[in-house]
């Protein structure tokens, strides 16, 4: 049984590389130059009437535009990776200090912890720069895939559909395999009886620390990177002079282009790799006893459960490339709808398959309230993974109805348009507050439900749960922003709007779906910040041998009401910095901009004769996204250190807790009201001028470009980041629960 559950997990980690490789190849099979000189006759039609470019011309200009987003791109990432690198090493010594003091210097434990963390941190770089190696080299093939017909729809949406499986498997085998291998060497080397399984599993939380650490710089720096193009360029281009969207002569595009990859790409990849681990690492904290009754089988059950979900995701994938392709515009939002709602579906069957063939037939957990033992069964394990799975999914269909232009609440979002920016951004704000109901309700029960059955236990396996499909999930959070840069391309090298129509479908689709993706991310970080506040106060409570927390945390003591009220602040003064960060950056770019445009006015020409100086905006962005990501990092990562080193374990409590609920309101709120807007803005677009909404140009077009324009850092900056708020801030405090209670028996320096 032991040996099937490790074959499981690594023949599942093994295959989602190779699947990856598979799909990496089939995207390398489309090249620029067989797309334009195999098919004169369907290359022709990519070109704009009376285009008199030849093929090599063509060829050029794309090689040249792809070219310039690559170097972008490679030369941020390379930047905030010496800046990320620079801190791991730090932080990496700082959890081997502040461990060994919370054990008495057990040097062997703050060694392991300190080496955990550093893995999970690299593994989390190397996943966000395979992720943007990826997208950026898919995004020119997309372009030149958008034919005319059926077999176009066909071929541009599978190309960014498998350059987001890359992605997607890549991360999933990469993070499970590291993850498992570490286990085992901890197993091999150190732990080696049953009895010793508890302190292994305090060990592994590092690796959810690092992948959480790498995901807070990776999501706010590339999110202020890419907002500050973003909204620098709508801002000149679109709304003073009337530009195109991506047009060449925007000296902002490439920039706009570069953060697609550098923030939806390898931020989002970092995130959600951040929520895998530190969702296993509480399962496995808090479920340690398992390894007593049921052996190392059974401790394995939360890393079972995502190596399942890899073949389900794996089969599911055919679905959109194979068994139902994308024949037309209509085909798009329907196939990648229908990934999360399959994979969901052949989830439940395969999750109570592994439950009854991996968990003993009856096993105890302890209760997080009270001394008693909780008696739990398969069946309890996979109502709770089933549970955060479907609701998972409703999160995901509530931020498709609020989101999308498909249906009524976008719909009037775009007709507020009509009377001008001020009532779209009072109608797209209070969007965002009413579609956070639904969601917070879904989570309500699912807590109720899994705590009911399985304690906290089972918390942390409906957070497993709803990441059960990460596979898919990160497939279609990548296809976005390779779509999106797929219509940048083509309007930047002048191709036929046809091409561009094509892209911007499928980029539409694109983003109702990552706004799915975000749903589905802002839950799982809610269910993995509750489930590591648990394992919290269950490290507290074996820290302090039951003089703690025994009997749960009275909330109304009054250290933790205080720091209650501060957590609660946290979420707002993090969003604060991050949107004020973009604002700043978003300055220089329309300073830079229009500087170009007063200095050289021939480049709004309709065909200029010089080209804008690209590389300027590239550095303002690169230089701001670093300079500005420092302090709200900072901010997250030492608010809980520094809280439970003066003030104790009490004030910890109250601090995750209050953090936990603000931060779930807010990002819900925040990134459904930027999305909405963003769904709004091209909802208008599609409109034809003699219409009610006037379409491209006009006034309504304006007001909802302004929506669009606040609700950038909405969707992309501040609301994705406040799930790494919840999630590290939690995950930090579980690290540290021994030398947070060391400190005066939890009480602090202040001894409160």
Same mark, same amino acid.
């Given at each position: 049984m032991e040996l099937t559950a490790e074959i499981l997990i690594c023949v599942s980690g093994i295959v989602a590389l190779i699947w990856a490789a598979i799909n990496f190849m089939l995207v390398k099979k489309?090249?620029?130059?067989?797309?334009?000189?195999?098919?004169?006759?369907?290359?022709?039609?990519?070109?704009?009437?009376?285009?008199?470019?030849?093929?090599?011309?063509i060829v050029a200009r794309l090689t040249e535009i792809y070219e310039a987003i690559y170097v972008g791109a490679e030369s941020f990432l390379a930047a905030e990776y010496k800046v990320c690198t620079q801190f791991v090493i730090c932080f990496t010594v700082l959890v081997f200090v502040l461990v060994g003091l919370g054990t008495a210097w057990d040097y062997t434990r703050a060694s392991l912890t300190a080496v955990s963390y550093a893995l999970g941190a690299f593994t989390s770089m190397g996943s966000g720069y395979l992720g943007m190696k990826v997208a950026v080299y898919s995004n020119v093939r997309t372009t030149v895939s958008a034919t005319p017909g059926p077999k176009g729809w066909t071929d541009c949406f599978n190309v960014a559909f498998r350059a987001g499986?890359?992605?997607?498997?890549?991360?999933?085998?990469?993070?499970?395999?590291?993850?498992?291998?570490?286990?085992?060497?901890?197993?091999?080397?150190?732990?080696?009886?049953?009895?010793?399984?508890?302190?292994?599993?305090?060990?592994?939380?590092?690796?959810?620390?690092?992948?959480?650490?790498?995901?807070?710089?990776?999501?706010?720096?590339?999110?202020?990177?890419?907002?500050?193009?973003?909204?620098?360029?709508?801002?000149?281009?679109?709304?003073?002079h009337g530009i195109p969207e991506d047009d060449p002569r925007n000296p902002a595009?490439?920039?706009?282009?570069?953060?697609?990859?550098? +923030?939806? #790409?390898? %931020?989002?990849?970092?995130? *959600?790799?951040?929520?895998?681990?530190? /969702?296993?690492?509480? !399962?496995? &904290?808090?479920?340690?006893?398992?390894?007593?009754?049921?052996?190392?089988?059974?401790?394995?059950?939360?890393?079972?459960?995502?190596?399942?979900?890899?073949?389900?995701?794996?089969?599911?994938?055919?679905?959109?490339?194979?068994?139902?392709?994308?024949?037309?515009?209509?085909?798009?939002?329907?196939?990648?709808?229908?990934?999360?709602?399959?994979?969901?579906?052949?989830?439940?069957?395969?999750?109570?398959?592994?439950?009854?063939?991996?968990?003993?037939?009856?096993?105890?957990?302890?209760?997080?309230?009270?001394?008693?033992?909780?008696?739990?069964?398969?069946?309890?394990?996979?109502?709770?993974?089933?549970? +955060?799975? #479907?609701? %998972?999914?409703?999160?995901? *269909?509530?931020?498709?109805?609020?989101? /999308?232009?498909?249906? !009524?609440? &976008?719909?009037?979002?775009?007709?507020?348009?009509?009377?001008?920016?001020?009532?779209?951004?009072?109608?797209?704000?209070?969007?965002?507050?009413?579609?956070?109901?639904?969601?917070?309700?879904?989570?309500?029960?699912?807590?109720?439900?899994?705590?009911?059955?399985?304690?906290?236990?089972?918390?942390?396996?409906?957070?497993?749960?709803?990441?059960?499909?990460?596979?898919t999930g990160l497939t279609i959070d990548v296809y976005g922003p390779v779509c999106d840069n797929a219509g940048g391309i083509a309007e930047m090298a002048e191709l036929d709007p046809m091409v561009r129509e094509k892209t911007d479908a499928l980029d539409a689709a694109g983003n109702t779906t990552a706004a799915i993706g975000k749903g589905f991310a802002i839950g799982s970080a809610a269910l993995v910040s509750l489930a590591l506040f648990g394992a919290f106060v269950t490290r507290i409570r074996l820290s302090s041998d039951d003089m703690k927390f025994s009997n749960g945390v009275n909330m109304l003591e009054p250290i933790t009401f205080a720091f209650l009220l501060i957590g609660g602040m946290i979420p707002f003064a993090f969003a604060a910095m991050t949107m004020k960060s973009v604002g700043l950056a978003a300055m220089e770019m329309v300073y830079e901009v229009q500087r170009q445009f007063d200095e050289k006015p021939h480049l709004l020409d309709a065909n200029p004769s010089e080209k804008p100086d690209y590389d300027a905006c590239i550095a303002i962005s690169t230089k701001a996204s670093l300079r500005e990501m420092i302090a709200p990092g900072a901010m997250v990562i030492f608010t809980p250190l520094i809280t439970g080193i003066l003030f104790g374990v009490n004030a910890v409590c109250g601090l995750l807790v209050g953090s936990l609920v603000a931060s779930v309101q807010l990002a819900i709120s925040m990134s459904n009201s930027g999305?909405?807007?963003?769904?709004?803005?091209?909802?208008?677009?599609?409109?034809?001028?003699?219409?009610?909404?006037?379409?491209?140009?006009?006034?309504?077009?304006?007001?909802?470009?302004?929506?669009?324009?606040?609700?950038?850092?909405?969707?992309?900056?501040?609301?994705?980041?406040?799930?790494?708020?919840?999630?590290?801030?939690?995950?930090?405090?579980?690290?540290?629960?021994?030398?947070?209670?060391?400190?005066n028996a939890g009480r602090g320096l202040f001894n409160l």
């Open positions: 489309v090249t620029i130059e067989g797309a334009i000189k195999a098919k004169p006759g369907e290359m022709s039609s990519l070109l704009g009437e009376g285009d008199g470019r030849s093929p090599d011309e499986a890359v992605m997607g498997f890549a991360l999933c085998g990469l993070g499970l395999l590291v993850l498992y291998a570490t286990m085992f060497a901890f197993k091999f080397f150190v732990y080696k009886e049953a009895a010793d399984w508890d302190t292994l599993t305090e060990c592994i939380t590092g690796y959810g620390l690092g992948g959480s650490c790498i995901a807070m710089f990776g999501r706010v720096g590339g999110g202020i990177y890419t907002k500050a193009a973003d909204v620098g360029a709508d801002l000149v281009g679109k709304v003073v595009t490439i920039a706009d282009n570069v953060g697609d990859n550098v +923030g939806d #790409v390898a %931020g989002m990849g970092a995130d *959600l790799f951040g929520s895998f681990a530190e /969702s296993t690492c509480a !399962a496995l &904290v808090i479920g340690s006893s398992l390894g007593v009754e049921g052996g190392w089988s059974a401790l394995l059950y939360p890393l079972v459960i995502s190596s399942v979900g890899i073949f389900v995701c794996l089969a599911v994938s055919f679905l959109a490339t194979h068994i139902m392709p994308v024949r037309k515009e209509a085909n798009v939002e329907t196939a990648l709808k229908l990934q999360l709602i399959a994979s969901t579906v052949l989830m439940l069957p395969a999750v109570y398959f592994a439950s009854v063939s991996y968990l003993p037939e009856t096993f105890e957990i302890r209760a997080a309230v009270g001394n008693e033992m909780i008696q739990l069964h398969p069946w309890s394990a996979f109502v709770c993974v089933g549970a +955060g799975a #479907v609701g %998972g999914l409703i999160i995901g *269909l509530i931020t498709e109805y609020y989101t /999308s232009h498909s249906y !009524a609440p &976008v719909r009037e979002l775009a007709d507020s348009c009509k009377t001008g920016a001020a009532t779209n951004m009072i109608y797209g704000i209070a969007l965002g507050y009413k579609s956070a109901i639904i969601p917070v309700l879904v989570l309500a029960s699912i807590v109720y439900g899994s705590f009911a059955l399985c304690d906290l236990f089972g918390v942390a396996l409906a957070a497993i749960g709803m990441l059960s499909n990460l596979a999305g909405a807007w963003d769904n709004a803005k091209k909802y208008v677009e599609r409109a034809s001028p003699d219409s009610d909404l006037k379409g491209k140009g006009s006034d309504i077009h304006k007001a909802a470009v302004v929506g669009d324009t606040v609700g950038d850092p909405f969707k992309d900056t501040s609301g994705p980041a406040l799930n790494i708020v919840m999630k590290l801030m939690a995950v930090l405090s579980l690290v540290f629960a021994d030398t947070f209670y060391a400190i």
